[in-house]
């Protein structure tokens, strides 16, 4: 499907210097140095650093905020400790996430995941076959945390909501969302 | 370097890894490190899914954890990488940014918890090179691993960010090589050693995680290491169950044991290899245990 | 601790005459003043021995002034005018005529900081000011002193820190005219960085020919020539040191004392006949680092082809010395003296010129490229060594790990520039470089692949667009993207990045990785910088005194620059630097002695308390605390009184710009009426006097509350001058400065000074506003003006500061 890219909004990257993360993004000159260290441009060129950077800057918000390409990123945080501008590239593309989580796009493992910490407190809790392992490999009893008191604090983030409010896949065709 | 450090297991190690926590509590305590059980520990939680959802949640739940040790008045010792980097990432901010702090106590507050920072967050590996020392780990040593060849993985969250992290020099670090050292064994050089595991983008890209399994391997063994020594559970998962995986999906037939530090130091202070339940990991490592029974 | 108290330089004892001329300007002032009944009034006032009337002060006026000087003998004189921008100097050459100094001169500015700007006003409160103003003129000069004037011999006679281009294409232009030149140069042969680069643009061609001294075409020869014939080593004016570094420079401008430290040769000088056969004795052979190690050397070396000297010398680490000595067997002069030590020796010289140059950047720091663990990685200087004809290779790039042919080069651009992790600015020259050896390389051996990684290319210089047109015509590929990393697998070198341009990830396979690094000063900078006070840059360089229009003088007077030493540049730019630099010691030189009127600081030794305040304060070095006090050199002083403000224990003085004149001024134009609110603006007289006549010239207009007295940097303005200020009737104080000061740092000491006022303020009651500060320059015209009504409304709506103080 070939898409004409919106016109450029250079007001949309105030959403992100505006952040404490964010506040490097206009000094990055298109060096390509992110693209060049990052371990899955390497292999996929579908996730390309610079380029979110330069998407970014031009404030076309379905080539990052709406676009998959961003969970891509695997957080390794190569590209922030090389920038030579100082662009911290990985924090960049973290807003990025955050502000697609909140329209309800992202991945459906994160989903999952995060159910599991609203329930268990955990995102991998004990099994009774880990816990009876544990005991015969003679570990102590662990007592975590409460899951209710970890429910307390999502509600008052509002992070079970967003949880929540993932758009499925149909929903996500519809509002027209770059695929790969 | 503190008297006692909270142990913050994190969930990856204590349920789906015990063994790790074995081998790790066996060498905290040949080495005299204390380490205590605090209860109320939560997930950390993980800082590749969590923070991308959103990042101030993020940072209050890691909050709530530091805010637990603080309580009893300790430092946190971490044991996987992937909690390092959130709670020391949550701790640095809540000092650096103006204003989080009092956003995040005013969530706390709710479960009646604070944090005033006043805790500081160390990974194992600084542990075992700054407070410990390489020294006393080669004193603590009764069969060094003279001549085993060790490749060994950083990975990401141990040292990037280093503006945030400080745990080494991040192009050049040498302090995982310095306590392989103690153990008699050889690190071993090899290309791409700063390339990631891939965790992150596992569920994502699984190819794409594959591929950089594979070329990782592929430098290891060229590089003729007798084992990949790791310090964060997650790189273990990759490089483990990751390389039978990428046997099955790429056709390639590698063989190379993946161990966590604490299992070779073990074998290095004289812990048989029935102790540390090798049979829980995928890559079995028969051959480099055979060398090491003949030293 | 200091208290509010009535200054006593309050009232002025007059032992000086003094005559005013005051000038209506074609009787055009007239229109706003009313000159009867100001003359009258200060007739009145008895300060002047005579009064006299002009219309045209500054042409046919000056004749009469003249006479009127010549028939009535004053101590001092008034001139109330235009501003002493346009016609001071003038005035002082008749006051000079006349027989009187130069420096008996005060200027009061009646026109554009008083009639232009006070139009609206009524006609009897402009006269007034302009009143006011002539008592503050009067009162200031009544307090002026002698200047006295110095001498300064200037020895006849240069050193030069630094053999390269720079320094060499100096030391010709100064021996030509006569003047004595010693060069003092790190390595056994001058010539610098040149030497390593073979072919060099913009002409493709030598890098060791330099200038012909003389005029090319009047009877002199071509306009250049090689090094070797340039008649260094010979030239009865240029003495060269070699194998020598300074280690102290002591004295100042006119004589300087420069103590150089030589490591030994081993080999005269004086002896050498360069007949080789030390060297084919020598039994000692090691790789000859010039050369990448590709080729050797023995111990006893001709250390290049065109070495000048042409001397032998002995590589100490490499010798076997007593252990051996067939050199010294074999030597037909016995030049050979293996028992030579170092030697220290001080040169005197009127003026210093560095030319130190600068190094590549240390490419085992930029980790990623491997440079130390991949012997086929190397710099662009090493690429030169490969490429030039007498290099190890004759020319021909090769494999360094196995010297295998080469089917492929890589070149990186920016490596550790532009890159806050490493040297921040831009190292200019490395685009053209790599086009060059691009170029080079793709002439010569068209069957190698060069391809260039960039980020920006930039070849910025008279024409240098043809280089980067000619490599693409050559087919050199350009990618645009930093690599990643460069790695190895087993055969050849691999490059990893993105090329940007088309967004894909590419894995180049290479035979050799050519890293363009940045450039930065070189060794020994640092000390250098801090033996001879002259300030150093943000990016470690030697700094200008002013970037804009004296780029190649720095803050020490009697010192300069040339070449490389200031920023990274091409050969072009080092001579053309290195000629600016001839000229300004030429200027310096061409005087056997300098008279300089010594409107410098000075230090009152008994009250010092060698706190060391002033040598912090001075942009220039020229304040030091010596065993029992400070101590201003007045050969490097510049006048601009930072010292004697910042002085804690008020010991220190600027000469015709002392505290006392100051506060006369000041009280000059706090007379008159009592109710009256007055606003003293204390003006720089860089930009702040400069923007308050151009107020007057634009005809903008603020009211006659406000009055100007000048000094020569808004920081040279002592604390207790201010506090007096208030204490003596200024209802506010307004300073106005240079945003960018002229002498360096003004602006920030002055900013730290205001805090410190307004925190006094504040101890004593008086309300902060009623001091504020004004930096900018000539373009802030209209903003000044508006900030001056501001302030007047402001001070208007409180009450009279002497209310406020206990008296």
Redesign the interface.
């Known amino acids: 499907m070939v898409e004409t890219s919106s016109s450029i909004d250079s007001r949309f990257r105030s959403l992100i210097t505006e952040t404490h993360e964010g506040e490097t993004l206009n000094l990055c000159y298109q060096c390509s140095t992110c693209s060049g260290c990052c371990p899955v441009f390497r292999y996929n060129s579908q996730f390309n650093p610079r380029r979110i950077i330069e998407n970014t800057l031009l404030g076309k918000r379905d080539r990052t905020v709406k676009s998959p390409e961003i969970w891509l990123c695997t957080v390794c945080h190569t590209c922030t400790e090389k920038c030579p501008q100082g662009v911290k590239v990985s924090e960049i593309i973290i807003e990025l996430k955050n502000l697609s989580s909140k329209e309800g796009l992202f991945p459906a493992h994160l989903q999952e995941e995060a159910k599991a910490l609203l329930e268990f407190g955990m995102v991998s809790p004990p099994t009774k076959a880990i816990l009876s392992r544990r005991e015969k490999l003679k570990l102590p009893v662990i007592e975590n945390a409460p899951p209710e008191e970890i429910r307390t604090l999502t509600s008052a983030t509002g992070f079970d909501k967003l949880v929540e409010g993932r758009k499925s896949e149909e929903e996500t065709q519809e509002t027209g969302v770059v695929e790969e | 370097m503190s008297c006692e450090y909270a142990l913050f297991?994190g969930?990856?190690i204590?349920?789906?890894l015990?063994?790790l926590?074995?081998s790790t509590?066996m060498i905290l305590k040949n080495l005299d490190v204390n380490v205590r059980?605090l209860?109320?520990?939560?997930?950390c939680?993980?800082?590749?899914?969590?923070?991308?959802?959103?990042?101030?949640?993020w940072i209050?739940?890691a909050s709530?954890n530091l805010a637990?040790a603080e309580e009893a008045g300790l430092d946190v010792l971490t044991l996987c990488s992937g909690c390092f980097e959130t709670l020391k990432t949550a701790d640095y901010?809540l000092r650096n940014?103006?204003g989080?702090k009092e956003k995040v106590n005013e969530?706390?507050a709710?479960?009646g918890k604070e944090y005033k920072g006043t805790v500081e967050v160390r990974h194992l590996l600084q542990v075992l090179y700054e407070d410990v020392r390489p020294e006393k780990i080669e004193s603590t040593v009764e069969k060094p691993l003279k001549g085993i060849k060790v490749a060994v993985h950083y990975g990401?969250?141990v040292?990037?960010?280093?503006e945030v992290l400080q745990v080494d020099d991040?192009?050049?670090p040498t302090s995982f090589e310095s306590i392989v050292k103690a153990t008699g064994a050889t690190p071993v050089d090899y290309?791409?050693k700063?390339?990631?595991c891939?965790?992150?983008?596992r569920?994502?890209?699984e190819?794409?995680t594959n591929?950089?399994i594979e070329e990782k391997l592929r430098y290891v063994r060229m590089s003729g290491a007798d084992l990949l020594c790791v310090i964060c559970p997650f790189c273990l998962i990759q490089y483990d169950i990751g390389q039978f995986q990428i046997n099955k999906a790429l056709g390639t037939d590698y063989h190379i044991p993946v161990l966590y530090y604490p299992h070779l130091l073990a074998l290095a202070q004289g812990v048989s290899a029935d102790e540390l339940?090798f049979k829980f990991q995928r890559i079995k490592p028969d051959a480099v245990l055979e060398k090491i029974e003949k030293l | 601790m200091l208290f509010l108290k009535k200054s006593k330089n309050c009232k002025v004892i007059f032992m000086a005459k003094i005559g005013l001329f005051i000038c209506d300007c074609g009787k055009t002032l007239s229109n706003t003043m009313d000159y009867d009944s100001l003359i009258s009034d200060l007739e009145k006032s008895g300060k002047f021995e005579f009064i006299v009337r002009d219309s045209v002060l500054c042409k046919d006026g000056l004749e009469r002034m003249l006479k009127q000087l010549k028939e009535n003998r004053v101590d001092r004189v008034v001139v109330a005018a235009c501003t002493p921008k346009l016609y001071e100097s003038t005035w002082g050459r008749v006051l000079e005529d006349a027989g009187m100094s130069r420096y008996s001169l005060v200027v009061a500015n009646i026109r554009e900081q008083c009639a232009w700007v006070h139009r609206y006003e009524s006609k009897d409160s402009t006269t007034e000011k302009a009143r006011r103003l002539i008592i503050s003129a009067a009162n200031r000069a009544g307090a002026l002193e002698e200047i006295p004037l110095e001498k300064i011999p200037i020895t006849q006679r240069v050193v030069i820190i630094g053999g390269g281009i720079a320094g060499l294409t100096a030391a010709q232009e100064l021996a030509e005219l006569g003047i004595e030149v010693d060069v003092v140069e790190r390595k056994p042969t001058v010539g610098g960085l040149c030497l390593e680069l073979g072919t060099v643009f913009p002409t493709q061609d030598c890098s060791l020919c330099v200038r012909t001294t003389g005029c090319p075409g009047l009877g002199d020869g071509s306009p250049r020539r090689c090094i070797y014939r340039a008649n260094l080593e010979f030239n009865p004016k240029i003495r060269l040191h070699t194998n020598s570094e300074v280690v102290d420079v002591l004295g100042d401008v006119g004589n300087f004392k420069i103590v150089v430290r030589k490591k030994p040769r081993y080999v005269s000088e004086d002896r050498c006949i360069r007949c080789n056969a030390c060297a084919e004795a020598c039994p000692v052979e090691v790789p000859d680092d010039f050369n990448l190690g590709l080729t050797t050397r023995k111990a006893i070396y001709m250390p290049f082809v065109q070495a000048i000297p042409q001397v032998y010398a002995i590589d100490p680490e490499a010798c076997k010395f007593e252990e051996c000595g067939k050199c010294v067997e074999v030597c037909p002069t016995d030049a050979i003296d293996l028992k030579e030590e170092e030697e220290t020796f001080t040169i005197d010289a009127g003026a210093i010129i560095i030319a130190t140059g600068f190094d590549e950047y240390d490419p085992a720091l930029v980790t990623e490229y491997n440079y130390e663990r991949y012997p086929d990685v190397i710099t662009q200087v090493e690429l030169a060594r490969l490429l030039d004809i007498t290099g190890p290779t004759g020319g021909r790039p090769i494999r360094l790990s196995d010297n295998k042919p080469v089917e492929r080069i890589v070149m990186i651009q920016c490596v550790g520039s532009r890159d806050e992790k490493h040297n921040y600015y831009c190292s200019n020259i490395c685009c053209m470089v790599a086009l060059k050896h691009a170029i080079m390389i793709k002439e010569n051996f068209p069957e190698i692949d060069v391809i260039i990684e960039y980020m920006d290319i930039r070849p910025v210089g008279s024409r240098y667009e043809e280089y980067y047109r000619r490599a693409r015509e050559l087919g050199v590929t350009f990618i645009r993207g930093r690599p990643g990393e460069v790695l190895h697998n087993g055969e050849r070198l691999i490059v990893e990045g993105e090329n940007s341009l088309t967004g894909e990830f590419e894995r180049i396979e290479t035979d050799l990785v050519v890293l363009s690094m940045a450039m930065v000063p070189s060794k020994g900078t640092r000390e250098l910088a801090r033996m001879l006070g002259v300030a150093l840059g943000p990016d470690g360089f030697f700094d200008v005194v002013d970037r804009k229009v004296r780029p190649s003088e720095t803050n020490v007077v009697g010192v300069y620059l040339a070449g490389g030493a200031i920023t990274p540049m091409d050969i072009p730019n080092a001579v053309s630097y290195a000629a600016g630099a001839t000229m300004s010691v030429v200027k310096l030189l061409s005087r056997k002695e300098i008279e300089k009127p010594l409107l410098t600081s000075v230090v009152n030794e008994e009250i010092c308390s060698s706190c060391r305040i002033c040598e912090w304060a001075c942009p220039f070095d020229a304040a030091h605390v010596g065993e029992e006090a400070a101590w201003v050199d007045p050969a490097k002083c510049f006048g601009c009184g930072l010292c004697a403000a910042a002085c804690p224990s008020g010991c220190i003085e600027l000469r015709h710009h002392t505290s006392k004149q100051l506060t006369a001024a000041i009280n000059g134009v706090l007379e008159g009426d009592e109710d009256a609110k007055k606003i003293v603006a204390i003006c720089c007289l860089e930009c702040g006097y400069s923007t308050m006549d151009d107020v007057g010239m634009l005809g903008l207009q603020y009211p006659v509350n406000v009055s100007i007295v000048e000094v020569p940097c808004a920081a040279s303005v002592d604390l207790q001058v201010v506090l007096d200020a208030f204490s003596n009737g200024a209802d506010g104080v307004m300073l106005v400065g240079c945003d960018r000061c002229h002498y360096l740092r003004g602006a920030d000491v002055a900013n730290l000074r205001i805090s410190m006022l307004r925190g006094l303020l504040e101890q004593f009651g008086i309300e902060t506003e009623r001091l504020q500060a004004f930096f900018g320059d000539c373009h802030d015209a209209g903003e000044l003006v508006e900030k001056i009504r501001a302030m007047v409304e402001k001070i208007n709506s409180l009450e009279k500061t002497k209310s406020i103080l206990v008296p």
């Open positions: 297991l969930c990856t204590p349920n789906r015990p063994h926590e074995v509590r059980d209860p109320g520990f939560a997930c939680p993980d800082p590749v899914g969590f923070s991308a959802l959103d990042r101030f949640t209050v739940l709530r637990v901010v940014e103006n989080l969530a706390l709710k479960v990401c969250h040292l990037r960010p280093s991040p192009f050049n290309l791409k700063f390339l990631c891939g965790v992150g983008v569920s994502v890209d190819d794409t591929r950089m339940h």
